[in-house]
């Protein structure tokens, strides 16, 4: 068999580190799962300031519960 290197990752392992991430682009690519991991601390660090400052549970504060 035969390697043959594939381009698109090739490219990905060049770029430098801060390139990363720095644009939105959708699809499922590198920069796309870096924002959505960014984008789900910020939902679980503000539903924790929630329940830190009422005393009640996420969803009992939306008034789900």
Same mark, same amino acid.
């Not at 960014?38 to 789900?64: I, K, N, S």
């Given at each position: %068999? ?6 698109y990752?090739d490219?990905q392992a060049?770029?430098?580190y801060g390139?990363?991430?720095?644009? =939105?682009?959708? +699809? &499922?690519?590198? &920069?796309a799962e870096?924002?959505? +991991?960014?984008l789900a %601390?910020l939902g679980?660090l +503000?539903a924790?300031?929630?329940e %830190?400052?009422?005393g009640?549970g =996420? =969803?009992?504060?939306? +008034?789900?519960?």
């Amino acid at each position: %068999m035969q390697d043959t290197p594939n381009t698109y990752y090739d490219q990905q392992a060049d770029r430098k580190y801060g390139e990363f991430a720095t644009k =939105f682009q959708f +699809g &499922s690519n590198p &920069s796309a799962e870096i924002w959505n +991991g960014r984008l789900a %601390m910020l939902g679980f660090l +503000g539903a924790l300031l929630v329940e %830190m400052t009422t005393g009640q549970g =996420f =969803f009992h504060w939306l +008034g789900l519960l």
